[in-house]
């Protein structure tokens, strides 16, 4: 039921876009739904001659994965470190609160000039963009973890590694989790916000900004209802996960 | 089996530089295989008391030994049941009970074999497969309980086990304790602050001041087991039992 109430808005806002679109009758504004919907139904056709939607939301997913993935092996280790030792946390807290308000967007410039128009700047801003979210709560999952359950393994003759192994990290699980789903959203966000700018040559943000630059308005939306189309379904499979493993979390008691 | 503990004090200082006598000068020597209670108001240290026996906090002064080997850290011939639940949620039934003898690298079919065994032991066969969040509170501590068994120590140590349970709950497993101490024939250190349960279960009883704790009396049980526990003996003990303790807390008024 709430499922289906939550279908309701989407329906409205479409109805109520066409009927504009009509009324305005420009496609330079705001074009028509049966202009969209072709670009949406023909994924693996050319758009504007930079490549099918498909082949441009691999590569935006590539660079994604990318920066992902670096972020989470550099966090994931460092919040446990700090989470678990206090020394590690006093030496790098002052500098983190520094850098996290940075936004990621504001590392361009600096990426630039470093690393060059390329894969590389854009991987270094979806690294920034994640890494904050990821180690924040790894650290605070780690600080979560019970000290009965760390003296249980110690007087069941857990070493210090394998406290870590088999207590910290599972009970850690489900809050780093958390932060990898967050951390994922910020990527794919920063992402398209890093196609958007002079540089690229592909991905959803370069073809969104290149349509736009056509004035073919309804490439755009099409590109906007697959960037969050993309978002949804892999925030769906970080829920999935986390209701199938970590489900152990809202049941405690 | 010896366990001793010589002339043991504890003095806790908070971080504002307060200082908290818990302990003061406890001296005691278990027998093999024999039960003591130990019975104290609350905030007296008893909990601080088991945890240096375990090994998990060092004396101020004084030292425990056991079979006349200094203890400083947690040791396999001794397991602890802690007054909070302590079963890891992520973990089933079985996977907590087996997890002393995963960290001691026994292999699996051993370890699940033991499992059976001591979730026999304590009456949760059936239950292998569940997970902590489906247990009632007293099955739980059997858990606890076969966990602690399944390394196999010669001292069991136990925190007000049964403290967070309903009357009845408790009674049954106090019954359920004492069978399984006659069984696996361990030596037991049981915390409580309840008469009933001290009378019920021990061999000796230790009684102890308000903090910092000291040893008021030793009262020895006559050994005579099921007790019978309205009957005019134990009514006498209960009563001896009721008097000094509350000698002991009309001090703090
Ligand atoms: N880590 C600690 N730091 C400072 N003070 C502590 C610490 N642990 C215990 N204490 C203090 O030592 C005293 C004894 O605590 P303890 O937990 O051993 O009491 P207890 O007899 O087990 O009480 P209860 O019956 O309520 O469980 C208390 O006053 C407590 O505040
Ligand atoms: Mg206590």
Known sequence: ?253 | MTLSINDVSKTFVSDDAETIDALSHISLSVNNEEFICILGPSGCGKTTLLRIVAGLESASSGSVSVDGIPVTRPSPKMAMIFQEYSLYPWRTVEENVMLGLELRGVNKPDRVTAAEKFLDLVGLKGFERRYPHELSGGMRQRVAVARALAIEPSILLMDEPFGALDAQTRNRMQYELLRIWEKTKKTILFVTHSVDEAVFLADRIVVLTQRPGRIKEIVTIPSVRPRERTSDEFGQIRRHLLDMIKEESDLVQ
Do not use: H
């Open chain 1, 1 to 253: 039921m709430t499922r289906r109430l939550g279908l309701v808005l989407p329906i409205l806002l479409i109805i109520g876009w066409e009927v504009v679109a009509i009324i305005v009758n420009n496609p330079f504004f705001l074009p028509k739904l049966e202009t969209v919907i072709p670009v949406l139904l023909s994924p693996f056709s050319d758009v504007l001659g930079t490549g099918s939607l498909v082949d441009n939301a691999l590569v935006s997913i590539e660079r994604v994965v990318f920066g992902f993935a670096l972020a989470a092996a550099v966090a994931i280790p460092l919040g446990i470190g700090m989470g678990r030792f206090s020394v590690l946390n006093d030496f790098f807290d002052i500098t983190l609160e520094i850098l996290r308000p940075v936004p990621p967007l504001a590392w361009v410039p600096l990426a630039l000039a470093w690393f060059k128009i390329g894969i590389v700047s854009i991987v270094f801003i979806i690294f920034i963009g994640a890494i904050f979210p990821i180690l924040l709560n790894t650290v605070d999952g780690v600080r979560g973890v019970k000290n009965t359950w760390i003296e249980v393994g110690t007087t069941l003759g857990a070493s210090e590694r394998q406290v870590l192994t088999k207590v910290v990290i599972p009970g850690a699980a489900p809050t780093i989790w958390t932060g990898l789903r967050v951390g994922f959203g910020i990527s794919w966000m920063c992402v398209v916000a890093a196609e958007l700018l002079p540089g690229p040559t592909s991905g959803l943000g370069y073809l969104i900004m290149y349509a736009y630059n056509l004035g073919e308005i309804n490439v755009i939306i099409a590109g906007i209802i697959v960037i969050g189309l993309i978002g949804l379904v892999v925030d769906q499979g970080f829920k999935a996960v986390e209701k199938r493993w970590f489900g152990w979390r809202g049941l405690e008691r």
